[in-house]
């Protein structure tokens, strides 16, 4: 795409909002939450609002929430209701303010896409402190591993965090980020990362001038872990060592499960796999990066524009303790996109059926990854877009329509409104973009509700019977020194760099790495099939030896044994490797610094991370536990002895999971 102008959509939404006409059909009848005002901190209230509209509707319902002296921010945009007797509900807002005590408010914007109409009102909510005087306390939650310590007030151009260890010595201590004083108002932070069943120790740290103060220690008994919830179960098969990286004792694991059951909660474990914290919403999550503020983002399961499919269509970030802080939906944005020209991104149940003409395209659901370590607090995400293509395209013989599968880049702002896109139907024109005809390396396809691929809406009579599921992107990584996104394609077997430039870029494809791309690999170990394939987890970890690290599924190289046509060539046979590469941009070369056979076939998934020692971190996903069909998950740590061989240090099995991190404690997740 063309570079995009700054969207302004929610400014002006909130602007005609303020200023709705006399004759607006649109009438707010009712805000209720769930308990009346004030609560404490850390009370939960769910909002729920009413509204007419004269016209067919619908109606969709956006919440703002200003904390006490600040202005309003996006709390949840505009979502479709419910109608039921002529009257319009949204869907329940659920609020926690944990932050600072005070009157918050509450803004509800409706708005009529179809007419254009809104109208909105902004209601009073007050929150009383938890520690009164000076004294701190600390509260249950909730979650029984996650407590809110409540400290009084310190003074103006301060800091303050919180210290906690177990009472017996056991582990080291944990420190939260600091937060900037803002007095009166008392001091609140979540304490995570705790062993359930444990008394922890805990006091604040204010920070003056340089200067730390330690305020007076509290004691807090963690619960058990819930015996409704199915945890995941873990088996050490090497434990940690001393060459295992204990600075980083923490791994978060996002368990995705193809089976039916059970469905895990995401959790996060140390070295022995004990499990320190957990997240279990009431619908399926894909938790995509931890943030360093000490959040989540995460795609879920939930009612969005098209009432045709629940399956990933809402964007939400969480706190540790589960929270939402902040949510926007499949929907909302697909209209941001249509604003700004994007052709591809009409929601799927708008577009005509059985069957639609060629040239048809939508925007369908949420998946695989969405990153926030871009300028500016902006985040980037992927959704996948369908679009039919003429009969025989990428060499289809039903003599029908093809439904073929792509993928959206959306950048959005701090508000969580389009800024950005990269669609990859406007970039398939052919080297050195992407290639239309150029089908996924191994003829992936897809059908409605396959496993592992997403929602889809225009296979039908007239088309024909499969989607060409042409990308499979599932990796984003933003590239701060020349300020671009690489885009991983697992179906093409490609790492490519896309022309971001911090929002002002063409969206072009500066180039392609990986078999049949644009560069060359540097063949050091004469490895008979030196490329990665259907590769996981790309990230640049540093600027010298092992500067990016990804993991090599190997898919392509295995399942094409004695494979030597065109550009690939080499024995296919091997296990899935964990890979470091030197990336040389100006000449164009791949070298290995690292390609460990990881001792299986992973069919999918997986992560790779440099670790603080210079060990390195690999996630051996989706491969079959021996003697059976189950998939398991392998959390590997090798100590690296040579470019294809390397010594395991730490050894964790896990049931299936998508993407692993390892970290210090949960405040400080790795950049990549």
Request: with cysteine; hydrophobic share 40%; net charge negative.
């Amino acid at each position: 795409m063309k570079p995009a102008r700054k969207n302004l959509a929610y400014l002006s939404t909130v602007a005609a909002a303020l200023c709705a006409p006399a004759y607006a059909t649109v009438t707010i009848t009712a805000i209720t939450p769930s308990v009346n005002s004030p609560q404490v901190l850390g009370a939960p209230v769910t909002w729920t609002v009413s509204a007419a509209d004269s016209n067919p509707g619908p109606l969709t319902f956006q919440f703002n929430v200003a904390t006490p002296k600040e202005a309003l921010a996006l709390a949840s945009d505009f979502n479709v209701g419910t109608l039921a007797s002529g009257t319009w509900t949204s869907q329940p807002f659920p609020w926690i303010a944990t932050r600072i005590e005070g009157t918050y408010q509450i803004q509800v914007v409706i708005k009529d896409f179809t007419s254009g109409e809104t109208a909105s009102q902004t209601v009073n909510f007050s929150k009383t402190p938890l520690a009164i005087g000076r004294t701190p306390v600390v509260t249950k939650t909730t979650n029984p591993l996650i407590a809110l310590f409540s400290a009084p007030s310190c003074a103006a151009g301060s800091a303050m965090r919180v210290s906690f260890q177990e009472s017996s010595g056991a582990h080291r201590a944990t420190v939260t980020h600091y937060q900037v004083c803002h007095p009166p108002g008392t001091m609140n932070f979540e304490i995570a990362g705790m062993y359930p069943k444990t008394t922890y120790n805990m006091f604040s740290q204010t920070d003056t001038a340089g200067a730390n103060t330690n305020g007076p220690t509290v004691i807090f008994t963690t619960g058990a872990l819930p015996t409704d919830i199915t945890f995941p179960p873990f088996t050490v098969m090497v434990p940690a060592t001393s060459q295992t990286d204990t600075a980083q004792p923490i791994i978060m694991q996002n368990l995705l499960q193809f089976e039916a059951v059970p469905i895990y909660p995401a959790v996060a474990t140390d070295l022995s796999a004990n499990i320190i914290w957990y997240y279990n919403p009431a619908q399926s999550i894909f938790l995509t990066r931890p943030l360093l503020d000490g959040t989540l983002l995460t795609f879920q399961d939930g009612p969005s524009w098209n009432p045709l499919t629940t399956t990933l269509q809402l964007f939400r970030q969480i706190d540790l303790a589960g929270n939402i802080i902040k949510e926007t939906n499949i929907g909302v944005l697909s209209h941001q996109l249509l604003a700004m020209g994007a052709t591809d991104a009409q929601m799927c149940n708008t577009v005509p059926q059985a069957p639609a003409p060629v040239g048809t395209a939508c925007m369908g659901a949420f998946h695989h990854d969405a990153i926030q370590t871009l300028p500016d607090g902006q985040t980037a995400l992927l959704a996948d877009i369908e679009k039919l293509f003429p009969a025989g395209t990428q060499g289809n013989t039903s003599g029908l329509p093809v439904d073929i599968i792509g993928d959206i880049i959306i950048v959005l702002d701090r508000n969580w409104q389009v800024v950005w896109y990269f669609d990859t139907f406007e970039h398939d024109s052919g080297a050195p973009q992407l290639d239309i005809n150029r089908a996924a390396v191994l003829g992936e396809t897809c059908m409605s509700f396959t496993l592992g691929c997403p929602p889809l809406f225009l296979l039908g009579t007239g088309i024909a019977p499969l989607a060409n599921d042409w990308l499979h992107g599932n990796d984003l990584y933003y590239w701060p020194i020349d300020k671009d996104i690489i885009f991983s394609s697992r179906n093409q077997d490609w790492i490519m760099k896309v022309d971001y430039n911090n929002g002002t870029g063409t969206g072009d494809i500066l180039w392609r790495m990986g078999p049949c791309g644009d560069f060359t690999f540097n063949n050091i170990e004469d490895n008979s099939w030196p490329w990665f394939s259907h590769q996981h987890d790309f990230g640049i970890e540093s600027l010298g030896a092992g500067a990016a690290t990804v993991f090599d599924n190997g898919n392509t190289r295995y399942s094409q044994p004695g494979h030597s046509t065109g550009c690939i060539q080499g024995l296919g046979s091997g296990d899935s490797r964990g890979m470091a590469l030197t990336i040389d941009e100006p000449t164009l070369t791949v070298t290995p610094v690292l390609s460990a056979d990881m001792g299986g076939q992973s069919f999918g998934d997986g992560s790779a991370q440099l670790l603080s020692n210079g060990n390195y971190f690999y996630l051996l996903a989706d491969t079959f536990l021996p003697g059976t069909i189950s998939f398991v998950s392998y959390n590997i740590e090798l100590f690296p002895t040579g470019v294809q061989s390397a010594a395991q240090v730490l050894n964790i099995l896990a049931p299936q999971n998508y993407r692993a991190w390892r970290m210090p404690n949960l405040y400080n997740p790795p950049l990549t």
